[in-house]
């Protein structure tokens, strides 16, 4: 069992085995009161005033205490970003790295934002970790780029994958967790496919290209046939979420 479990580790490809090793380390970590969730947390002023600079980073490695819905949001984690970083970026990990990057930025951004609009301050003041939304993002960009692969969720009923988030979504609410959470990383991962998929194909540019010091920092995998831009790549089955 062990040996298996190692394998199935090794053959993580390295963004996805990274940020799941990052995130299992700090939630454990704070678990275990070796490190505090209040030196992780996202705050503007102990940023921007205190020069605590990690925070814009730690905020998304802490999943809160270790429970059901942790180990929920480890298999999100763990599935759908090898689905993104073996499949749909195959032989492409700076722009994986970069899909990340631009998800994380949008999140900070937003959370800032809506910091400052009346009526709905309050909620976003509540967000302190955007763990979850970063993971809630890697769903919806999966969804997109494979929205007919027919899934049923926990055995209840079955649907298509682009209507996963919505799902999840509604699945939410009926457990009385905030929307909001997943509503931005819906947002983060709309833009990004937007800016990605919908905008190149119907002006011919491409706003989210890698910059050349991203790709620098990563030895791209040779891919032995090219990946058509219209072609998408259907998973395997899978426990909680299975397909048909």
């Not at 704070?30 to 814009?56: A, G």
């Not at 429970?67 to 994986?96: I, Q, V």
């Not at 905008?199 to 040779?222: C, D, H, N, Q, V």
């Amino acid at each position: 069992m062990a040996q298996a479990v190692e394998e199935w580790y090794k053959q993580m490809p390295i963004i996805t085995r990274t940020y799941l090793t990052a995130a299992i380390v700090t939630t454990i970590g704070c678990s275990l009161d070796i490190i505090s969730p209040y030196d992780l947390y996202l705050n503007p002023v102990l940023v921007v005033k205190h020069y605590q600079f990690w925070r814009i980073v730690t905020n998304f490695l802490y999943f809160r205490k270790m429970d059901l819905d942790f180990l929920f949001h480890m298999f999100f984690l763990a599935r759908y970003c090898k689905l993104l970083e073996e499949n749909s970026f195959r032989g492409r990990t700076a722009d994986f790295f970069y899909m990340i990057l631009f998800g994380a930025s949008v999140l900070t951004g937003t959370v800032l934002i809506g910091g400052m609009i009346p009526y709905i301050s309050e909620s976003f003041a509540r967000i302190i970790f955007l763990s979850n939304s970063l993971t809630f993002m890697m769903v919806y960009v999966w969804s997109k780029q494979n929205p007919y692969i027919h899934m049923s969720f926990l055995g209840l009923f079955t649907f298509t994958a682009g209507y996963l988030p919505w799902v999840l979504l509604g699945f939410s609410v009926l457990v009385g967790a905030s929307p909001w959470v997943d509503l931005l990383g819906m947002i983060a991962g709309h833009a990004y496919y937007f800016l990605e998929d919908v905008y190149p194909r119907m002006t011919g540019r491409r706003p989210l290209r890698t910059p050349a010091f991203i790709k620098s920092l990563f030895a791209e995998e040779p891919v032995v046939a090219a990946r058509p831009a219209e072609l998408r790549f259907a998973p395997p089955p899978v426990d909680n979420v299975q397909q048909n």
